[in-house]
């Protein structure tokens, strides 16, 4: 009997962690959400990944406004394997509950944004790697070529603008 109660907790426990995982992706601002599930559709996309990820936790965020409706977004964050199988579309954790038998996934991501909307230039940088094969020299590059990414408007001040005559 006390397996029943000692599983019956584990299933809310579970249940409980899913739903608050969901919940954290809906707070996120849509500028974020967007970067995260560019890194869910990469993720998803690599052959040997045989179960479907979605966002589990944000561990750091944070963005430079560049004026002119330019924002430039880095987001570090985690992907948790669901049970649902690869290429499921509807993959929520009421549906596709979380495994625990997998490793998270550790994503640093940095990319331009220009009025809701992630620009490809320059290249958004999507770095996700296993956790346990993250490694500080791993997370030092990834910071650092965010860092070093040079990223430019494209059109000069408006005070730079002369009127044709």
């Not at 969901?22 to 890194?39: I, R």
């Amino acid at each position: 009997m006390s397996g029943f109660w000692f599983l019956t907790l584990v299933s809310v426990w579970v249940l409980l962690g899913s739903c608050d995982a969901q919940d954290d992706f809906s707070k996120l601002p849509e500028d974020y959400k967007k970067g995260v599930e560019l890194a869910v559709q990469q993720i998803n996309s690599h052959e040997g990944i045989k179960s479907h990820f979605i966002f589990f936790k944000s561990l750091s965020k944070s963005d430079i406004d560049g004026g002119f409706a330019v924002n430039y977004i880095y987001h570090h964050f985690y992907l948790k394997a669901t049970r649902c199988p690869k290429g499921t579309s509807d993959a929520n954790p009421s549906k596709c509950a979380f495994r625990n038998d997998r490793p998270l996934i550790d994503c640093g991501i940095c990319y331009k944004m220009h009025r809701g909307e992630i620009q490809n230039e320059p290249k958004p940088y999507v770095h996700c790697v296993h956790k346990p094969k993250l490694t500080q020299y791993l997370m030092s590059a990834r910071v650092e070529h965010c860092d070093k990414m040079t990223y430019t408007n494209g059109s000069p001040s408006l005070l730079a603008v002369r009127k044709p005559q």
